[in-house]
């Protein structure tokens, strides 16, 4: 089973990097 700190773990990581990826300047 995958548990939700992980799961909130990679969410918060891919929300970071798109993020980042979205605004270069901001990084």
């Known amino acids: 089973m995958i548990r939700r700190d992980l799961l909130a ?7 970071a990097f798109g993020s980042v ?6 990084a």
């Open 21 to 26: 990826m979205r605004r270069p300047h901001h």
């Open 9 to 15: 773990g990679l969410a918060a990581d891919l929300f």
